[in-house]
């Protein structure tokens, strides 16, 4: 039997429905820069499946994703900064977390410590824990902005391994972005799952999947009895 002590979470797509969140911020700037166009209609929602593709999943810098909206659209240059600004101040308010979060976080907390590890830029991060409310469930909270090393680093796993007062077999690590969080993860010797509800993306690799969150609570005992 596998003995676990702590359960870590990523935060954007993990603990929420990032592409939710990030289809209605971009909605928000096509409506910014665009004050023009209609929503709901096939060239508004070009405009904000572009941006959705150039940003993809979260893993782009926000620069370039604005600066090939403005070269593809031919626009004035201040604008890359402009929205990425207004991105950093304001995205954590788009924040929506997926279903039975907290529920199951109050669940985990009765037999493990609980953290969470997400790369970003440290306000935009915290903000967005702050503002779903989320900090008072976790044991630790470590954001790669602070810590100045980002996942895959197995660094900044060990750094949440020492804050909870456990080893890495000891630790499964919960993350949707397979080369940041189930790569990173398995680098530092913890357990990686997967959370990611694509059944139409192939992954031949045996590693332990789960498509909604409220599934980890089972995937545990699995990983518990084996």
Not at 34 to 60: A, C, H, M, R
Not at 76 to 105: A, C, P, Q, Y
Request: with cysteine; glycine share 4%.
């Amino acid at each position: 039997m596998t003995k676990i002590k702590a359960i870590v979470f990523d935060f954007d797509g993990t603990l929420s429905c990032r592409p939710r969140c990030a289809y209605d911020k971009y909605k928000s700037d096509v409506h910014y820069v665009f004050p023009d166009l209609k929503e709901n209609t096939i060239e508004f929602e070009s405009v904000v499946q572009n941006l959705l593709t150039w940003d993809q999943y979260g893993t782009i810098n926000k620069d370039y994703v604005y600066r090939q909206l403005v070269k593809t659209y031919n626009l004035d240059e201040e604008l890359v900064d402009v929205l990425t600004k207004r991105w950093l101040e304001d995205f954590h308010t788009f924040s929506i977390l997926r279903e039975g979060v907290k529920e199951t976080l109050i669940k985990l907390r009765e037999n493990y410590k609980v953290g969470c590890i997400t790369n970003g830029n440290s306000q935009t991060q915290h903000s967005k824990l702050e503002y779903c409310n989320l900090k008072e469930y976790f044991d630790s909270v470590i954001v790669s902005g602070d810590l100045g090393v980002h996942k895959p680093d197995p660094r900044i796993f060990h750094e949440s391994c020492r804050q909870l007062g456990v080893n890495p077999s000891e630790m499964v690590y919960v993350g949707d972005t397979f080369y940041a969080d189930v790569y990173g993860a398995h680098l530092a010797g913890c357990i990686p799952v997967w959370i990611w509800n694509d059944e139409e993306r192939h992954c031949d690799t045996d590693v332990i999947r789960i498509h909604e969150f409220i599934e980890i609570l089972e995937a545990i005992d699995k990983i518990e009895n084996q």
